[in-house]
């Protein structure tokens, strides 16, 4: 996605079907740290759809529980996340 790409060439990424919004920050991280890891400086979009629209609202909340600490690194944790109450 990212060889021979021009600054201002964007990359965009559909998610469908991204339920509460995991899948879509999971890709918005990965994508970040290989940005930074190549030294790379691109505009990125990630479109992520739907078709449960209560699913999209919390999605676009981008609130997750306390357990996600559970699955994700303390690195990323700490670079990505904020934690606020329960």
Do not use: M
């Amino acid at each position: 996605l990212f060889t021979d790409r021009a600054a201002n060439d964007a990359v965009r990424v559909w998610v469908p079907g991204c339920a509460t919004g995991e899948e879509a920050y999971t890709i918005a991280i990965l994508i970040r740290e290989h940005l930074d890891t190549r030294g790379i400086s691109v505009p990125v979009q990630i479109f992520a759809t739907d078709l449960d629209d209560d699913a999209i609202s919390v999605a676009r909340l981008g609130v997750y529980p306390v357990g996600i600490a559970d699955e994700v690194g303390p690195e990323r944790l700490r670079r990505f996340f904020i934690k606020k109450g329960q």
